[in-house]
């Protein structure tokens, strides 16, 4: 560095602050180390280097004069500086971006009629549980809500071992073979040369695999639907996905599906409510489930089983085992057998939601896999990609990943091993050691199933041809409003795409699931003609609709787990505020004040507010719902601002209610909002809530063009 005083000559000493003092006397203490200092004392602990050496200065280094070169015997800085360059760990190459958080599974219906798996046994079981939610596509510093399909990784650490239930917020996958996941994801990642898009879908690698992968179509219409652009974590389903077999205890079997379903209900935001987000809070989702856990809100959900027989799964007009397909709950319905409540939130980011290693594989006796060949693919992954990012085969010692049962065996050695086993024996069998681990009739048993007699080879069975039913099954069972969102999300996606060709394969595709979608989808495009349909390998079936697959048309009325902002200026009136926050908070939704400046204003009563939100930084996308609470002198002041005109002009574009005082008015009209049912008197809090249990979706055909 460049010294411009002569060598040797001290810097003048600092003023000291009050949190510090002076370290150790000796050389470390010239200069303006008063100012730079901080000494262990009352609660806080020596600090030392991870030697347990104790350190007397953290903040310079070891220099040879005080303003010469630095020492490499500078130990306490090297091994800093080491564990510094080392602090980042190869991150997911999928589901990189998460959140999550522990919580509990608590049994409230037993399956021991099916299985011996001892957390379905007696109701009232609290089985432990860490869940961590991601987005797939993006790296671990992208943003919480772009379209994408959520993670949904349950471990429950039973007293059988670690179950693992990693899932997704959609009950079906892109492809039917592990084989082409590498492809898959190589597509939805950023593209290779260029480096971008980063956690989005809309680029032409993705839709060219997709187009020439006709098994994606109908994971297409779920990842298109607004099921992709969720409100919450808190707000979404979670799927297994695959059938898994129960297995009781004469090892006799039962298929059985996976579903959570949220306790606050499912809610999506808006297409371009959720591209804002994306600037407006990078970690939406994240803060919202930090939030609510911090409130003591926890989020919860219902675990649920579909079972079924082999018999009935040979009556199904699809296959079970091809991971495309769902079952639909009107052909099985859905048994509620417990609950999952994650109360606690991680001590450390790191440590736990970083370093928690989910795998499919990770079974208990009990449950067994089926012949799902996306399923089986995955048995074999993620242990091994676990084993690079974690550094080495002793990541299970790791304690977010130890079984919370007692766990032993002859397994030794390896990167950092963290037990010390004793004795002689580290082999089976063996005579020497009366404690050594030994296997049990209990334990682990693979279901016996009979052998076909098919030769093996390369082989996509013939009743994993049908690519469109259940596509066209669940755009058909969408309510109007949810297929208008899907047409123009294709519309966006596929404008992002360059490659012309792509488009039209894309829209071959649709043609074959409904028409008039692919009509509109081409409209949208603005293709001079509707492409010819795509090539199906089997009939398409017109299977009856399931109204269970829409979000809009079984949303129930509910302000619970939302928020409200209120905007707020000087001379608001105190009553009017209070009376609202009453009302919102006592429906269950959380309110933050919002003003043009953060200290707050002056309420009607003279007394000053402090916001919770500055007004430009606080943009109305993070809310459910809005009211404007303005004097008339603060309406006409924030009639000028963007900041106040964005604000209610997003919301009532993003359809959400508004309450307004006679002074809004003037915001409103600077936004040129006319009224309509969402928009009432923020006198009236009563209409206000009501209205805002809902979204105004009969305002949006107003607003914009969907396809
Ligand atoms: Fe996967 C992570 C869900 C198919 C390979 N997957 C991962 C995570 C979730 C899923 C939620 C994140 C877990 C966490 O929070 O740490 N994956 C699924 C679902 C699938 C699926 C629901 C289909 C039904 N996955 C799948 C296939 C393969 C993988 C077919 C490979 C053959 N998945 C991985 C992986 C990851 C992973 C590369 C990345 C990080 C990790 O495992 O630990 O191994």
Request: proline share 6%; charged share 20%.
């Amino acid at each position: 560095m460049a010294a411009s005083r002569k060598p040797g000559k001290s810097l003048p000493p600092a003023k000291a602050a009050a949190t510090t003092a002076r370290p150790q006397a000796g050389r470390e203490s010239r200069g303006n180390a008063d100012e730079l200092h901080q000494l262990a004392g009352g609660a806080h602990p020596v600090l030392t280097t991870n030697q347990g050496i104790p350190v007397s200065d953290n903040q310079n280094s070891l220099r040879a004069t005080p303003r010469g070169p630095t020492l490499l015997e500078d130990f306490v800085l090297r091994e800093k500086i080491t564990h510094f360059d080392h602090e980042r760990i190869p991150e997911r190459i999928v589901h990189a971006r998460g959140s999550a958080a522990h919580g509990y599974f608590e049994l409230t219906r037993s399956l021991s009629k099916y299985t011996t798996a001892n957390l379905f046994n007696e109701v009232g079981t609290r089985t432990p549980v860490f869940t961590r939610f991601s987005t797939v596509a993006g790296g671990a510093g992208s943003v919480d809500t772009p379209r994408d399909v959520r993670g949904f990784a349950v471990k429950f650490y039973t007293q059988q071992g670690n179950f693992d239930l990693v899932g997704n917020n959609i009950p079906v996958f892109f492809i039917q073979d592990a084989m082409k996941f590498p492809d898959l994801v190589h597509a939805v990642k950023m593209e290779p040369d260029r480096g971008f898009p980063q956690a989005g879908s809309a680029h032409d690698t993705f839709w060219d695999f997709i187009s020439l992968t006709p098994e994606s179509m109908h994971m297409i219409m779920w990842a298109m639907s607004d099921r992709a652009i969720p409100r919450s974590l808190r707000m979404i389903e979670g799927f297994g996905i695959h059938s898994f077999r129960l297995l009781d205890a004469k090892g006799r079997s039962t298929f059985v599906k996976f579903h959570w379903r949220p306790k606050l209900g499912l809610q999506s935001t808006v297409w371009d409510e959720a591209l804002k987000l994306q600037a407006a809070d990078n970690d939406f989702h994240r803060r919202d489930l930090f939030e609510a856990i911090q409130a003591g809100a926890f989020p919860e959900w219902d675990l649920a089983v579909q079972l079924f027989t082999q018999e009935q799964a040979d009556a199904f007009p699809f296959d079970h085992l091809d991971a495309t397909k769902l079952i639909p709950e009107e052909l099985v319905p859905l048994t509620v057998i417990g609950r999952m409540v994650l109360d606690r939130w991680p001590d450390n980011f790191f440590a736990e939601t970083e370093q928690v290693a989910f795998c499919p594989a990770n079974i208990v006796p009990g449950i067994d896999f089926s012949n799902d060949p996306l399923l089986q693919g995955r048995l074999f992954s993620y242990l091994d990609t676990q084993l690079s990012r974690l550094g080495g085969p002793n990541f299970h010692q790791i304690p977010i990943n130890a079984p919370k049962c007692p766990f032993a065996n002859q397994q030794r050695d390896g990167h950092m091993q963290m037990q010390q086993p004793k004795g002689r024996v580290n082999y089976e069998p063996s005579s020497l050691d009366p404690d050594s681990a030994r296997g049990t009739p209990s334990g682990f048993r693979s279901f016996a199933e009979p052998a076909d007699d098919e030769s093996k080879g390369r082989i996509r069975y013939d009743t994993f041809a049908d690519h469109y039913s259940q596509a066209r099954q669940f755009f058909r069972s969408q309510t109007a409003i949810e297929q208008s969102h899907m047409a123009s999300a294709l519309v966006f996606e596929l404008s992002k795409v360059e490659t012309l060709h792509v488009r039209e394969a894309i829209v071959g595709h649709l043609r074959n699931i409904d028409d008039d979608l692919a009509q509109r989808v081409a409209n949208g495009l603005g293709l001079a003609k509707l492409p010819p349909a795509q090539k199906s390998a089997a009939a398409v079936l017109d299977l009856p609709p399931s109204p269970a697959l829409q979000i809009i048309g079984r949303m129930k009325p509910t302000l619970e787990g939302r928020a409200v902002g209120i905007l707020i200026d000087d001379g608001s009136d105190a009553t009017v505020v209070a009376a609202l926050r009453k009302a919102i908070e006592g429906a269950g939704a959380t309110v933050k004040l919002i003003a043009p400046k953060v200290g707050g204003a002056t309420l009607s009563d003279r007394r000053k507010q402090p916001a919770d939100g500055q007004l430009a930084g606080t943009p109305s996308v993070l809310f459910d719902a809005v009211a404007l609470v303005l004097s008339d002198a603060a309406g006409k002041r924030l009639a000028g601002e963007a900041a106040a005109v964005d604000f209610v002009r997003d919301a009532f574009g993003h359809l959400k209610a508004i309450a307004a005082t006679a002074g809004a008015q003037a915001v409103l009209s600077a936004a040129g909002i006319a009224k309509d049912a969402g928009i009432v008197d923020a006198g009236d809090a009563k209409a206000f809530v009501k209205a805002a249990m809902t979204r105004q979706w009969a305002r949006e055909p107003k607003l914009r063009t969907l396809a």
